[in-house]
């Protein structure tokens, strides 16, 4: 595999939403989904939140029929987030979790593998390393949160694997092929028990672990899912005549320049009316370098009419691993789950392996997968996860 690992400017946090109370944090998280209006409106009340460069280096807003979860800039967590929170009675305000040590997020560009393998390949290292990660495939990238106090141990594993350094320690590529031996963490805070010395042992071990915490895999009936983009604004902007940043500059006409200028605001106002409406399922993705990724109940579509690009007559079905019995500091969950699949459905060989992704949040996990694949990888998880 061909992969291309850089570490995301900034820090995040993920945060933990109950559905019952996801109404009383819809305004903060359209303020930080349109945060370029939303700073300044901090701004006027004497909160400083990130700069212009980095809100949206990245973002991460999922409801799903277990919880919403975000992963925000710290800035915003600390900002929009917090104060909501201490708002609340002290008995409503536990269910909220924020959480306490920060994450760096890492962009993946990979080529030559199919994304089944890809997830497996890109998170074992770091889960023989015993680094725990929550792994998010969007339409373009996929992206893993590491523990920033597990930044050296990240880096050693990613060097342990062959990758080399090539943008002033922000910016890895990797060999042709990896290997699964373990690698020694060397984080500051090593962890509890050993980690796993093999692909296997880990996928054992990751079995163990969910079985006790009686996770058990399930569908949603009548759920299915479509992955697409929002359209390249270049296409929908000519950008020849503006200059750099020219978002905070005035225009001929001595009105200075919105942030709707460089968007397309028909996805927007579709997303705003999606999330007021509390959606069963959506999964929203912006990057730096990425036009918006949206993992979305099929259902949705029609909101969005011409806005969206992608394969808008595909049938995901989500496999829900409900984790909340599990520490954020469980580590291997993604790497053991997703290479159980890619083994024992024979993924490679019979190439449905293209077909696989998987959304971590705060407290649960999904395999995606087509609609007749779904089935089948339930019938191979279930049994693994049965109590004897």
């Known amino acids: 595999m061909n992969a291309q690992i850089s570490f995301l400017e900034g820090t995040f946090n993920l945060i933990h939403i109950p559905l019952d109370l996801y109404p009383t944090f819809l305004q903060p998280i359209l303020q930080v989904l349109l945060p370029q209006g939303a700073g300044e409106a901090c701004l006027a009340n004497g ?15 999922s409801i799903t029929p277990i919880e919403c979860s975000v992963v925000c800039h710290s800035d915003w967590a600390k900002t929009v987030f917090e104060p909501v929170v201490n708002r609340l009675p002290r008995d409503v305000a536990k269910q909220i979790t924020v959480s306490k040590e920060p994450y760096l997020v890492l962009s993946v560009i990979s080529a030559g593998m199919d994304a089944g393998n890809r997830v497996m390949e890109l998170t074992s290292p770091l889960a023989l390393a015993g680094i725990p990660i929550l792994f998010i495939t969007t339409y373009y990238s996929d992206f893993i949160l590491v523990p920033r106090k597990k930044k050296d141990t990240v880096v050693q594993a990613l060097l342990a694997r062959g990758f080399e350094c090539i943008e002033d320690e922000s910016s890895y590529v990797s060999p042709a092929v990896m290997s699964h031996g373990r690698v020694k963490s060397q984080g500051s805070e090593p962890p509890s028990t050993p980690p796993p010395s093999s692909a296997s042992e880990l996928q054992k071990r990751t079995f163990e672990l969910l079985k006790k915490r009686n996770v058990v895999p399930y569908i949603c009936d009548g759920l299915s899912l479509v992955q697409c983009s929002g359209r390249d604004v270049s296409e929908l902007i000519d950008f020849s005549s503006r200059r750099p940043h020219s978002s905070w500059q005035a225009n001929g006409n001595g009105h200075r320049m919105s ?23 959506l999964s929203i993705t912006l990057a730096q370098e990425d036009a918006p990724s949206l993992l979305l109940d099929k259902t949705l579509l029609n909101v969005f009419g011409d806005s969206l690009v992608g394969d808008t007559e595909g049938d995901l079905v989500p496999i829900f691993l409900d ?5 954020l500091e469980a580590t291997g969950i993604v790497s053991g789950v997703a290479g159980k699949l890619v083994e024992e459905m024979h993924m490679t060989e019979t190439g449905v392996g293209s077909e696989l992704s998987y959304l971590s949040t705060a407290r649960a996990g999904a395999v995606i997968l087509s609609n007749q694949q779904a089935m089948k990888a339930l019938e191979v998880l279930k049994p693994l996860l049965e109590k004897e």
């Not at 909160?47 to 807003?61: C, S």
């Not at 942030?259 to 399922?281: E, G």
């Not at 984790?323 to 520490?327: A, K, R, Y």
């Open 323 to 327: 984790l909340v019995n599990l520490p």
């Open 259 to 281: 942030w709707l200028d460089n968007m397309d605001t028909k996805l927007y106002t579709s997303l705003i009316a999606v999330l007021a409406s509390q959606p069963r399922f």
């Open 47 to 61: 909160v400083e939140g990130p700069d212009v460069e980095t809100r949206h280096a990245f973002l991460n807003i």
